[in-house]
């Protein structure tokens, strides 16, 4: 890496070619919001918080009893976790028939928050650039593992981002997974548990019966087939082609069919699985 008046050059590896160069701005006010970012989510008490939100909202006082720590410090990790955006808060008031009506603040997980960080995450960790702080690579790495392990535990899993199943997640527990959404005419070739069936209201997604793609595994690796949908099936805005075996990374965006009624499915695979 080297430095010409206010640019940096960063170098980084790419598949395709045996070095190449990156241009950056010298501004460095990302590099330091990035590692902000991961300071406020690498803490446990902080995703327990984020767990106990996705059950339901609470106030600063439920959400201390339900993690088990001092009203102070809860309200002191909650306000780090709207900084980066993660959550918000609402304004209240008790039941005005009660004695003394008292304002409170009730906090809640922002629609598709939960998902786009543990996105940001895994695209942060395969960026693997030399930076200027030699120590974030480090920190992403340790924070992806630690979201993965405390919302996810151990297995794989599709997260679906937009649409009537948004936030859904699908655990890959079997070694042959069909995608598709749903065919009330026969169901019996849908294997309840083990496919990932997706609501009527993707109407550009094959039905399962005729799988829109299927998901195989090869030993620790996990592979995407299109199955000759109409619609098509992108990795990461890339096209997959028609009985083409892909292997999928933690992080990486499945996009079935495109638009409002196509499906969006975010991959998690923890380290080691």
């Not at 045996?18 to 902000?36: C, H, N, Q, W, Y």
């Not at 327990?48 to 339901?56: A, F, G, R, S, T």
């Not at 009537?164 to 548990?193: C, N, W, Y």
Request: aromatic residues 4%; charged residues 25%.
């Amino acid at each position: 890496m080297r430095e010409t008046g206010s640019r940096t050059w960063v170098h980084q590896n790419d598949p395709g070619e045996k070095f190449r160069t990156v241009e950056g701005l010298g501004d460095l006010d990302p590099l330091a919001e990035l590692s902000e970012y991961l300071d406020v989510l690498s803490n446990s008490t902080r995703l327990k918080i984020l767990k106990c939100l996705e059950k339901k909202p609470g106030t600063t006082r439920e959400i201390s009893q339900e993690v088990e720590t001092s009203y102070e410090n809860t309200k002191k990790h909650l306000d780090r976790l709207c900084q980066i955006g993660v959550i918000k808060k609402e304004a209240g008031i008790t039941d005005p028939r009660q004695k003394g009506v008292q304002l409170f603040w009730e906090y809640s997980l922002v629609p598709g928050g939960l998902e786009l960080m543990v996105r940001n995450l895994g695209l942060f960790s395969h960026m693997k650039m030399h930076i200027v702080r030699n120590d974030i690579s480090e920190k992403i790495d340790e924070t992806r593992k630690m979201v993965s392990r405390e919302l996810f535990g151990n297995a794989p899993v599709l997260i679906v981002l937009g649409g009537q199943d948004d936030g859904m997640a699908f655990s890959l527990s079997h070694d042959i997974i069909l995608i598709g959404r749903t065919d009330p005419e026969k169901q019996a070739l849908v294997s309840p548990g083990q496919d990932l069936v997706l609501s009527q209201g993707y109407s550009s997604v094959s039905r399962v019966s005729r799988p829109h793609a299927r998901l195989v595994r090869n030993k620790k690796t996990w592979c995407i087939e299109d199955c000759g949908s109409r619609g098509g099936t992108t990795i990461n805005k890339t096209p997959l082609g028609q009985n083409e075996y892909v292997p999928l990374h933690d992080g990486d965006l499945i996009e079935l069919s495109k638009g409002t009624t196509g499906a969006k499915l975010l991959v998690i695979i923890p380290p080691g699985t």
